[in-house]
């Protein structure tokens, strides 16, 4: 019977991925949650008969490793903000206008932030310019953000993140 050393030796990685295998990358909820799935199969093909023998210490190890990898992939993805945000930019009106914005997967309670990232001229109007979220109009599908002052010709996008409550 193989030793571990021996085992491990023969499962190590030793050249490039080639192009046509690579992977998107993804968003870091994406990939915390492709290793949870990735590691509750592999906990449960361990645990189906002849995955793993009683006295077979290779697997009973690799068992372990995978249920505490599991356990440490779950609290991360659990760990991440809900996060909601515009694609493309949207135009503004110019001058002052409430602008609704919602998104389709609600949010877990309204208690969130809300980002605005401006694109526009590289000219700086005379008038300062602002925006702010109308409190009353914060729901769990959306909000209604005030832009006061707009110049001409400017667009916006938004994040909305929820917050943390501890």
């Given at each position: 019977m193989p030793t571990n050393t021996q085992v491990l030796n023969a499962l190590q990685f030793s050249g490039?991925?080639?192009?046509?295998?690579?992977?998107?990358?993804?968003?870091?909820?994406?990939?915390?949650?492709?290793?949870?799935?990735?590691?509750?199969?592999?906990?449960?093909?361990?645990?189906?008969?002849?995955?793993?023998?009683?006295?077979?210490?290779i697997a009973q190890q690799a068992l372990q490793v995978a249920n505490t990898a599991l356990a440490a992939a779950q609290a991360a993805v659990a760990a991440q903000p809900a996060t909601r945000n515009s694609l493309t930019p949207q135009a503004l009106p110019t001058g002052d206008a409430a602008v609704p914005v919602t998104w389709t997967e609600a949010m877990p309670d309204t208690n969130y932030e809300v980002r605005i990232t401006y694109y526009g001229t590289a000219v700086f109007p005379a008038a300062y310019f602002n925006w702010f979220v109308e409190d009353a109009t914060r729901t769990v599908n959306g909000c209604t953000i005030r832009f006061n002052n707009t110049p001409a010709n400017f667009k916006f996008s938004f994040v909305a993140q929820q917050l943390r409550t501890s």
């Open positions: 490039p991925v080639p192009p046509d295998q690579e992977c998107n990358i993804g968003t870091l909820t994406q990939i915390l949650q492709g290793a949870v799935n990735f590691l509750t199969l592999a906990t449960q093909t361990a645990l189906l008969p002849g995955g793993s023998a009683t006295g077979d210490s």
